[in-house]
Each structure stands twice: as structure tokens, then as C-alpha cells.
């Protein structure tokens, strides 16, 4: 079974800064991706950043140059640096994995329970 679990978030003001992390763990024998979404009261959960099995990065456009994704070593760990926050970076954030927990499985999106990040301008 395959867990993602996301850590971090909280309470910031504009211009401050926060760090997400986000553990995958369980059965797992290959990463496609690990990355952020997030959904804001009243809107649809959107993309924010991803990180591929390559090392490539990916951000949605309203978050470049002030984010950035990484991984650990054993790439089954995530982080997100939040920079210069936004009072519309207010959101919930979830973690999100694509991988195979086995190799008679296809490529499956795993989602975390996800984590509160509050802007306050």
C-alpha cells in the first residue's frame, strides 16, 4: 500500500516564507513524478509544481521564480520552498505521486491528505 504524506504549511505573512515536504512510502518500485496542487475556497484544485523522474520542474506560472521543488537523494521525498508569499497562495496543499507499486501495475496518482498554507497580507 502507498502512502503520501505531506508535512509543513501554516501561517505566513506576505513577502515570508514556508516549506512543504511530502514522503511517499509503501509498496513503490518507480517514480514517474512527485508535485503540488492546490485548491483555494471556491476554486478547482490547480497544479502548482512538479518534479519528474529525470529531475526536470515544472511550475504553473503564477508561483515561477518564487518556488521551488526539490527532492532528497532517494527521490521519495518532496520539498516545496514558498517564497515572497501572496495572499492568493492561500490554500490547501496536497501532495500528489505518480508511480508503480509494483511492475504489473500501471503508472497510478497517488494524492496526500493535504496541508493548510495561510497568507495574511
Known amino acids: 500500500q502507498v502512502r503520501v504524506v505531506e508535512s509543513g504549511g501554516g501561517l505566513a505573512q506576505a513577502g515570508g516564507s514556508l516549506r512543504l515536504s511530502c514522503a511517499a512510502s509503501g509498496s513503490i518500485v518507480q517514480f514517474q513524478s512527485m508535485g503540488w496542487e492546490r485548491q483555494a475556497p471556491g476554486n478547482k484544485r490547480e497544479f502548482v509544481a512538479a518534479i519528474y523522474y529525470d529531475g526536470r520542474t515544472n511550475y504553473t506560472e503564477s508561483v515561477e521564480g518564487r518556488f521551488t521543488i526539490s527532492r532528497d537523494g532517494a527521490k521519495t521525498t518532496v520539498n516545496l520552498q514558498m517564497n515572497n508569499l501572496e495572499p492568493e497562495d492561500t490554500a490547501i496543499y496536497y501532495c500528489?505521486?505518480?508511480?508503480?507499486?509494483?511492475?504489473?501495475?500501471?503508472?497510478?496518482?497517488?494524492w496526500g491528505q493535504g496541508t493548510q498554507v495561510t497568507v495574511s497580507s
Open positions: 500528489t505521486a505518480v508511480l508503480r507499486p509494483s511492475f504489473y501495475d500501471p503508472f497510478k496518482n497517488y
